[in-house]
């Protein structure tokens, strides 16, 4: 069965420091990968998306993501992380029954 | 362009009682799906639909009845609430011929008491 795990319930970064977002699927194909960011009380927003072709994915807001077969992984990624980045960021995966993760919710340090 | 609607943003129901979730997107997507969020779980798919006439169950599909009679609409019915079907509900649509971008309506808060 097809699952998404984010390991990461809550993490919390210093503005300006680098982030990782960890994300692993299991699919029985390459499936449809997206990230997805949620502030409070709000609905979600697509940062960005793979479905094949280069295994790293640029989105908004200065967000990449690495698509690596061989670990069944699909992290996100941001250099300089901002202040107004603190949210809720959810890993999804599938098709047409895309699966998402339980979420890791980031908090940004001044 | 209003996207994806979702009606109401906001009910209480008693247990027992029914009711339905509306949904509906004006981009013409083939692709419709209902999601529940609840802390800590992220987003689990309901039920979905890849065209009129056609559903599908997701992860939790007990307790919640679909149809899609129209492109435009798939409503998400309760037949009997329950407590544990309080919730954040939403609808998405999805347009499958380019890029797979997903439109994720605003969001139907529920509670059952």
């Known amino acids: 069965a097809q699952s998404v795990t984010q390991p990461d319930i809550h993490i919390t970064v210093s503005e300006g420091a680098s982030l990782e977002l960890r994300c692993n699927y299991s699919?029985?194909?390459?499936?449809?990968l997206f990230w997805y960011v949620q502030s409070p009380g709000q609905g979600l927003q697509l940062l960005l998306k793979?479905?094949?072709?280069?295994?790293l994915v640029q989105g908004i807001k200065g967000f990449e993501a690495e698509f690596k077969r061989s670990q069944s992984s699909f992290n996100l990624r941001k250099p300089s992380v901002h202040w107004s980045d603190a949210a809720e960021y959810f890993c999804?995966?599938?098709?047409?029954?895309?699966?998402f993760g339980a979420g890791t919710r980031l908090t940004v340090k001044p | 362009n209003a996207g994806v609607t979702q009606t109401p943003k906001f009910q209480v129901l008693k247990t027992g009682q029914s009711m339905t979730l509306q949904c509906a997107q004006d981009m013409n997507h083939e692709y419709m799906s209902w999601y529940r969020q609840d802390p800590g779980m992220g987003l689990r798919l309901i039920h979905y639909s890849v065209g009129a006439g056609i559903t599908d169950q997701g992860e939790v599909p007990n307790g919640y009845n679909v149809s899609r009679s129209t492109t435009e609409d798939f409503p998400l019915r309760l037949l009997s609430a329950a407590p544990s079907q309080t919730s954040v509900y939403f609808c998405?649509?999805?347009?499958?011929?380019?890029?797979?971008?997903?439109?994720f309506g605003e969001g139907s808060w529920l509670t059952v008491v």
């Open positions: 699919y029985g194909a390459t499936p449809y």
């Open positions: 999804a995966v599938g098709y047409n029954d895309m699966r």
């Open positions: 793979y479905f094949s072709g280069d295994t």
């Open positions: 998405a649509s999805r347009d499958m011929t380019a890029g797979n971008t997903i439109y």
